[in-house]
C-alpha cells in the first residue's frame, strides 16, 4: 500500500466524521481532491524530478495519527517560547495542532478591516468569500496539496480590506502538543485587497521532541491591484518533526511582495514556492535561508512565472549545512511570450561546513521573450581557511572565528527581512543556533499569555 493510499483509505473511513466537523465551503474541495489522489497513485520519491534529497513519499509512508474528531488539546503556550529575544509587538494567534485559537491580545486589537481568524469560522459565516478563494491557487496541482485538502477542518484566514494600511504585524505561530505521533493538516488563506499593505509572520515549533510530527501546510495568498504583503516563515521545531510547506501566491497590477523562510531547527523539511506574477509592473522578493546539522534534510523548490510584462523579481537562497545535512534547491523562472521588460534573478549559495554535509542545486531559467533582463547562479564552497588562519593570528579563537565567518555569510538573507524587530531577533537566534543553543522565534512568556 502506498502512502497515498493509507490516506485514501483513512478519509473514506472517518468521511463522515470528518464532513460533520466541517463546513460546507471545506466539503466541497474534497470530492475533486480524492479524485487526484486516487489519480497519483503516490507521493513523489528520490527517483522523481525535483526530489533528490528529500522522498515526500516516504515522509509521509509512518503510520501518524490525524485529529478528525477534533479533540481539543490543551498547551503550555509559554513553555514553547523560552526566548530572551526582546518582543516583537503582534497581534497574536495560535494554531496549536491544527486547531486555531485567537489570543485575548488579537480580539482586544485587530483594527478595523482587519480579519484574523478561523478558517472554519469564516467558511460558516461567509461562505461565498471562502469559495471564490480556497482552493484556486493549490488546485490540486500535486499530491501534497490534494491531501491537505481532502482532510482539511480548519485553519486561519487573514484579510485586509481594500485601502487598508496594517502597521502592526500579525503573527500565526503553529505548535505542535500531542503525547503521540501526529500529522496536522494546516491552511491559510491570505487576501489582501485593493491598495491595502500587512506584514504577516508565520512560525513552526514543537513542544516535545520525544513524538514524531508532520505538518502538512498550504498557504494561498491573494494580492489585488496595488496590494502589499511582508510575508516571513521561521521554523525552529524539532527533530522529529517533518514539514510540507506550500506558498501558493497569485499577484495582481502594481502589487508588491516580499517572502523571507528561515529553517533553524528541523527534521526533514520540504517548502515550496510558487508565484504567479499576472499583473504588470509587480514586484517580487524572495529570500531562504537554511542552518542544518545532524542528519536534518532542507529541501527548497521555488517557481515564480511571469506573465505579465514590466514586472521584477529577485531570488536568494543560502544555506549552511553541517555534520551529515543534506540541502536541496530547484528554482525556476518562467518568463511568457508577451511577458516583456521582465527582470528576474536567482542567486543560490550554500557554505558546508562538514566533509559529509551534501547540497544538491538546480537553478533554472525558462525565458519565451527576448526583450528581458534574466539570471540566475548557484556557488558551494566551504569555509574560508585563509580567513580563519587570519582571524586566529589576530587573536581570535578558532571556534569563535568559524562562528564569525557563519553569521558573516547569512548576514545579506537576513537584512532582506522587512520587519525591523524581527530583522533584529533573526540575528540573535541565528546566532544562538550556530553557538549550539536552542533558539525560538516566538514571543516572551509575558506576551503569549495576553
Known amino acids: 500500500m502506498s ?57 509521509f509512508a509512518p503510520d501518524f495519527g490525524v485529529n478528525v474528531a477534533r479533540v481539543g488539546f490543551a498547551v503550555d503556550v509559554a513553555r514553547s517560547f523560552k526566548c530572551d529575544v526582546p518582543n516583537v509587538s503582534t497581534l497574536l494567534g495560535v494554531v496549536v495542532n491544527d486547531m486555531f485559537r485567537p489570543t485575548a491580545t488579537l480580539v482586544k486589537n485587530c483594527p478595523e478591516g482587519v480579519t484574523v481568524e478561523s478558517l472554519a469560522k469564516v467558511a460558516a459565516d461567509d461562505p461565498e ?63 489582501v485587497e485593493e491598495g491595502a499593505s500587512g506584514r504577516l509572520l508565520v512560525c513552526d515549533h514543537s513542544q516535545s521532541a520525544d513524538y514524531n510530527y508532520l505538518s502538512s501546510q498550504v498557504a494561498e495568498v491573494f494580492l489585488h491591484k496595488g496590494a502589499s504583503l511582508d ?37 526533514h523539511t520540504r517548502n515550496e514556492f510558487h508565484i504567479d506574477i499576472v499583473g504588470r509592473h509587480c514586484d517580487t522578493e524572495l529570500a531562504a535561508m537554511a542552518i542544518a546539522d545532524g542528519d536534518q534534510i532542507v529541501d527548497n523548490a521555488s517557481r515564480i512565472r511571469h ?21 536541496a534547491f530547484e528554482g525556476l ?5 508577451d511577458a516583456v521588460h521582465t527582470e ?73 527581512v522587512a520587519i525591523d524587530s524581527l530583522r533584529d531577533r533573526l540575528r540573535h537566534l541565528v546566532e544562538r543556533r550556530l553557538a549550539g543553543e536552542h533558539a ?6 509575558a506576551t503569549c499569555q495576553n
Do not use: W
Not at 47 to 55: M, Q, V
Not at 244 to 259: E, G, H, K, P
Not at 333 to 337: F, L
Not at 440 to 445: E, H, Q
Open 129 to 191: 468569500f471562502v469559495k471564490h478563494y480556497l482552493g484556486t491557487l493549490s488546485d490540486n496541482r500535486d499530491a501534497a496539496s490534494a491531501l491537505n485538502t481532502l482532510l482539511v477542518q480548519d485553519g486561519v484566514v487573514v484579510r485586509i480590506k481594500a485601502g487598508v494600511r496594517l502597521d502592526k504585524a500579525i503573527q500565526i505561530v503553529n505548535i505542535f502538543n500531542a503525547a503521540g505521533d501526529l500529522m496536522s493538516v494546516r491552511r491559510l488563506l491570505v487576501v
Open 333 to 337: 523562472i518562467y518568463v511568457a511570450p
Open 307 to 327: 506573465s505579465a510584462p514590466y514586472s521584477r523579481s529577485n531570488q536568494l537562497f543560502k544555506y549552511l549545512l553541517d555534520g551529515r545535512a543534506q540541502g
Open 3 to 59: 502512502s497515498i493510499d493509507q490516506y485514501i483509505s483513512l478519509f473514506e473511513h472517518n468521511r463522515a466524521t470528518i464532513e460533520d466537523h466541517s463546513p460546507e465551503a471545506l466539503n466541497r474541495l474534497r470530492p475533486a481532491a480524492l479524485s487526484a489522489l486516487k489519480s497519483m497513485g503516490r507521493f513523489p520519491g528520490k527517483r522523481d524530478e525535483g526530489y533528490s534529497k528529500l522522498s515526500l513519499e516516504e515522509m
Open 440 to 445: 525560538s522565534c516566538g514571543d516572551c512568556t
Open 231 to 267: 510575508y516571513c516563515d521561521i521554523e525552529e521545531s524539532t527533530e522529529k518533526t517533518s514539514r510540507i510547506s506550500q506558498l501558493y501566491v497569485r499577484q495582481d497590477d502594481d502589487s508588491r511582495l516580499t517572502v523571507n523562510g528561515t529553517s533553524l531547527t528541523v527534521g
Open 344 to 416: 528576474a534573478y536567482q542567486s543560490d549559495r550554500n557554505m558546508l561546513a562538514s566533509d559529509d554535509a551534501r547540497m544538491h542545486t538546480a537553478p533554472q531559467l525558462e525565458i519565451y521573450c527576448d526583450d528581458v533582463k534574466c539570471s540566475h547562479g548557484a556557488a558551494t564552497g566551504q569555509l574560508d581557511r585563509n580567513a580563519l588562519f587570519y582571524m586566529q593570528t589576530r587573536g581570535v579563537p578558532a571556534a569563535e572565528a568559524r562562528m564569525m565567518l557563519m553569521q558573516a555569510f547569512m548576514a545579506d538573507v537576513i537584512d532582506r
